[in-house]
């Protein structure tokens, strides 16, 4: 079985300060992990994913997630934060042999001037 | 650019209606997915097809049925809309070989049952 933890429902941070967003997950096969955003009244972009391989995983607009076997986390971090950041994300799970993506309750990321 | 699209960005129906939400993806892909989106609980996997004409339940498949007769096509059937399915619904697709490859995801149906 596989699951995601996001941790913290809203973030806020000030604009030029370092994003973190966390996700945790459980998985009972290696896992596949992927970051989406989601801005207003859109669907899913995808950010980054981990598939195999090395575990600091660039995405687009400057995010970047690094994957952690041993504390099952994949965070989500951009060190300066621009107000067109702002926007919810989601941390997915899925594995090989699967259909099937989990995904995390989503956190909503505000940017303050 | 690789595209999914769905066929209203809103819709309002009645108690009772049957509601048909149709998603297209230009990719070739062969899994399709349907998902609501209500706050606070991220996305549901309503079903998903690996293949035309073949479909599997997600984690809440009550009140809905697909139908998927070409590739490129996967449809959402609402029986008889009620009120509790009042949500946003969003289709995905991608490659086949498992959960490797990243889902690209339309623009979204905002559905209000009254």
């Known amino acids: 079985a596989q699951s995601v933890t996001q941790l913290g429902s809203h973030v806020s941070v000030s604009e030029g300060a370092l994003v973190l967003l966390r996700c945790n997950y459980s998985s009972s096969v290696p896992p596949y992990l992927f970051w989406y955003v989601q801005y207003p009244n859109q669907g899913l972009q995808l950010l980054l994913k981990?598939?195999?391989?090395?575990?600091l995983v660039k995405g687009i607009n400057g995010f970047e997630a690094e994957f952690k076997k041993s504390e099952t986390s994949f965070h989500l971090t951009k060190p300066s934060a621009h107000m067109s950041d702002a926007a919810e994300y989601f941390c997915?799970?899925?594995?090989?042999?699967?259909?099937?993506?989990?995904f995390g309750t989503g956190t909503r990321l505000k940017v303050l001037a | 650019d690789v595209k999914v699209t769905q066929s209203s960005r809103y819709l309002v129906k009645r108690t009772g209606e049957k509601v048909f939400l149709e998603c297209v993806q230009d990719m070739d892909h062969e899994n399709m997915f349907w998902y609501r989106q209500d706050p606070g609980l991220g996305l549901r996997l309503i079903y998903f097809s690996y293949d035309v004409k073949m479909k599997e339940k997600g984690d809440i498949p009550e009140g809905y049925s697909v139908s998927r007769e070409k590739k490129e096509r996967f449809s959402l059937i609402l029986e008889s809309a009620s009120t509790n399915q009042t949500s946003m619904y969003l289709c995905?697709?991608?490659?086949?070989?498992?959960?490797?490859?990243?889902?690209?995801f339309g623009p979204g149906t905002r559905l209000t049952v009254t």
């Open positions: 981990y598939t195999t391989g090395a575990t």
């Open positions: 995905a697709s991608s490659r086949t070989a498992g959960g490797i490859y990243e889902q690209y």
């Open positions: 997915a799970v899925s594995g090989s042999g699967t259909y099937k993506y989990i």
